[in-house]
């Protein structure tokens, strides 16, 4: 009995967790659906491109060679089709690309794959472990804009490249390739799981205090300038 009561609490808590997700992951959920548009839009306009440049190459061997009109008939509609399957074509590499790849790609569109292939797998992970990945996914859209701005030749860089392109989703990975059974909410298993996120949560605010570790500074000197040069001028005092 209870077993069976503190199943049924596992499973009530886990539905909750899931449905009343964090401010975080609505954002995230936001953002994702951002950047889907982006790409879909990028692949509209290479698509134009494409027929733009092909109509463009047969109006071109049209005024050197005669091309008949048959040839004509069955040439628009293969240059339209190729146009068309071409808004299929991903714009860039998947998730899935070969690891030379990822190995070469910016930081910070690695960190924002990474961040969608995340948002992607929490459906699958257990509730207690969605607030840790949410502050993960949060985290790794903090540090874009700071990632794009490492030498990419650096330690700090070679250490968020392994962290983020590397341990972090192979944890993910190597978690949901357990059996159902070794994943349930109350497994060791998922606790251990939920640890680990932790940690690596841990890591990248570790990793986002570095980065911004020169902006600190200089805030913290400016800082210091206004407070030594206006924090006794009596007309901020009202005197």
């Known amino acids: 009995m209870a077993f ?18 964090s401010r975080a992951a609505r954002e995230a959920q936001k953002r994702r659906a951002k950047r889907k548009m982006i790409e ?12 733009a440049g ?4 047969m109006v071109g061997v049209s005024i050197f060679v005669d091309v008949g009109f048959l040839t004509w008939m069955m040439a628009i509609p293969t240059i339209f089709l190729i146009a068309f399957l071409s ?20 930081l910070d569109e690695l960190a924002s794959r990474v961040e969608d292939g995340l948002i992607d797998r929490c459906k699958e992970l257990p509730g207690r472990a969605l607030p840790a990945a949410d502050r993960i996914i949060a985290r790794l859209n903090e540090l874009q804009p700071h990632l794009g701005t490492l030498d990419q030749g650096s330690v ?9 392109g590397q341990h972090l989703p192979r944890l993910v990975d190597t978690y949901l390739d357990l059996p159902p059974s070794a994943r349930g909410p109350a497994t060791e298993s998922s606790q251990r799981f939920i640890e680990s ?40 005092k009202g005197e």
């Open 156 to 164: 700090l860089a070679g250490d968020a490249r392994r962290l983020i």
């Open 87 to 106: 808004v299929f074509w991903p714009s860039r590499g998947g998730a899935d690309e070969a690891p030379e790849a990822q190995a070469v790609r910016p």
């Open 40 to 51: 879909v839009l990028r692949r509209v306009k290479r698509a134009a491109y494409i027929l």
């Open 197 to 236: 996120l932790e940690i690596v949560g841990g890591e990248l605010d570790h990793l986002l205090d570095q980065c911004c570790r020169d902006r600190q500074l200089s805030f913290e000197t400016q800082n210091r300038f206004i407070e030594s040069r206006y924090s006794e001028d009596p007309r901020l």
């Open 4 to 21: 069976e009561l503190e199943r049924v609490l596992y499973e009530t808590e886990d539905f909750l967790r899931r449905n009343l997700r």
């Open 54 to 57: 092909l109509l463009a190459a």
